[in-house]
Structure formats: structure tokens, C-alpha cells
Nanobody, 122 residues
Framework: QVRLVESGGGLVQAGGSLRLSCAAS????????MGWYRQTPGNQRELVAL???????NYADSVKGRFTISRDSTKNTVYLQMNSLKPEDTAVYYC????????????????WGRGTQVTVSS
């Protein structure tokens, strides 16, 4: 099926920047939306940013003006540029893609990466 692998997480001081990458691989017929989510202990996973197949973008209010999502469809890769990071941005960040696999069963569904830790120190 579809495999997503995140990279780019790490430890950064408040005010710093990180860029997360997520590459999709495996048997892929078509990728629709791609997005970034984050989760902290005891909390529900929340949407950070979403990018559609026609380049539409949505952001959580908490990251507007600081984060930018982009994609390179030729590489099946989505990016999240995170600037002006705050301690409250600390979380495990997950990549998600809604896609139709190239192998059966052939229907659109969500796939998830295993996550990458982002820690912002004060």
C-alpha cells in the first residue's frame, strides 16, 4: 500500500525554524489531500495544515502566519515550514495523505506516517 515517512523533526529553541518533509512511496494511483497533524499526550490529534490536490490550503488558527504547507506532486512529497516556533508547538507531528492505492482495494482512504517529534524549548 502507501507508505508515508516523515523527517525533519528535532529540538529547536523558541523563535527558531524547522522544515518537516513527508515522502509517500509504495503503490500509488493518485494522492488527493495531504496534511500535517500533531498530537500531545492526553490530547486529541489535531489538524495543523492541509493542502489539496489543487493547491488549496487550510491552517489551524494557532499556526497561521507562522507555518506554510506546500507539496511537490512530482515527488509525492509534502512539506511543512515552521517559523517562529513556540513551546506550545511541541508535539509529535504526523503526515497524512488521502490516496487511492495502485493495488486493490481501490478506493480513496487515509494513510498515516509514524510521526516525528518536534520539541521547542523556552
Amino acid at each position: 500500500q502507501v507508505r508515508l515517512v516523515e523527517s525533519g523533526g528535532g529540538l529547536v529553541q523558541a523563535g527558531g525554524s524547522l522544515r518537516l518533509s513527508c515522502a509517500a512511496s509504495g503503490s500509488i494511483f493518485r494522492i488527493n489531500n495531504m496534511g500535517w497533524y500533531r498530537q500531545t499526550p492526553g490530547n486529541q490529534r489535531e489538524l495543523v495544515a492541509l493542502i489539496t490536490s489543487d493547491e488549496g490550503r487550510n491552517y489551524a488558527d494557532s499556526v497561521k502566519g507562522r507555518f506554510t504547507i506546500s507539496r511537490d506532486s512530482t515527488k509525492n512529497t509534502v512539506y511543512l515550514q515552521m517559523n517562529s516556533l513556540k513551546p506550545e508547538d511541541t508535539a509529535v507531528y504526523y503526515c497524512s495523505a488521502n490516496a487511492m492505492p495502485g493495488t486493490a482495494p481501490l478506493y480513496n482512504r487515509d494513510f498515516w506516517g509514524r510521526g516525528t517529534q518536534v520539541t521547542v524549548s523556552s
